[in-house]
């Protein structure tokens, strides 16, 4: 079975300061896993994804995760926050890549001037 | 390219009335999903067609969700008869349905159901 954990359902960052999104999975094989955005009344757009290749990722708009298996973790990162990284953001699993996806509960980020 | 587009972007609607959504996914794209994404939640997979046949719709309420891709382009879900706890966002999302291949979603339907 596939499932991800995103923990804290919302994080308030400053700008400027540095945005950590936690994402914990759980997959019976190697699994592909995925950060998407969502900014108010819109579908979800793909930041990055992890298909097994470099275990750093990075994505659109300065962000990275980072896969680690032995603390199954993907962990979603940006250096310096801006004030439009406000959004919801979303990690995903798939063990069959970008197929079946299992998504998270979903994280709120609020970007302080 | 253009994106999936999807409408219509809200609808109200009573209890026990029906209401279909339509989708339009992008040009070639074989795999077209359906989610429901409940306010506060993360989108849940309601059904997946490659091209006009169904893969998985396991979690899909047959009793009075259905969902069609007659010609392998355009869907439609639809609902017959709504309940209060269907109020939510319908995405639909369509792929390439190569491995690796990311999902791109529309930006939604917004149900509400009074």
């Known amino acids: 079975a596939q499932s991800v954990t995103q923990l804290g359902s919302h994080v308030s960052v400053s700008e400027g300061a540095l945005v950590l999104l936690r994402c914990n999975y759980s997959s019976s094989v190697p699994p592909y896993l995925f950060w998407y955005v969502q900014y108010p009344n819109q579908g979800l757009q793909l930041l990055l994804k992890?298909?097994?290749?470099?275990?750093l990722v990075k994505g659109i708009n300065g962000f990275e995760a980072e896969f680690k298996k032995s603390e199954t973790s993907f962990h979603l990162t940006k250096p310096s926050a801006h004030m439009s990284d406000a959004a919801e953001y979303f990690c995903?699993?798939?063990?069959?890549?970008?197929?079946?996806?299992?998504f998270g509960t979903g994280t709120r980020l609020t970007v302080i001037p | 390219e253009a994106g999936v587009a999807q409408s219509p972007r809200y609808k109200i609607i009573e209890k026990r009335q029906s209401v279909a959504f339509w989708c339009n996914p992008i040009?070639?794209?074989?795999?077209l999903y359906w989610y429901q994404q409940i306010l506060g939640q993360g989108p849940k997979l309601l059904i997946q067609?490659?091209?006009?046949?169904?893969?998985?719709d396991s979690q899909l309420p047959k009793d009075r969700f259905s969902a069609e891709r007659l010609k392998g382009v355009d869907s439609t879900l639809k609902i017959q008869p709504a309940k209060l706890e269907d109020s939510a966002v319908y995405l639909c999302a369509s792929s390439l349905g190569i491995v690796d291949q990311p999902q791109h979603f529309g930006d939604g339907t917004r149900l509400s159901i009074l």
């Open positions: 040009s070639g794209h074989a795999t």
């Open positions: 992890y298909t097994s290749a470099a275990t």
């Open positions: 995903a699993v798939s063990k069959t890549g970008a197929n079946n996806l299992f």
């Open positions: 067609f490659q091209n006009n046949g169904v893969v998985d």
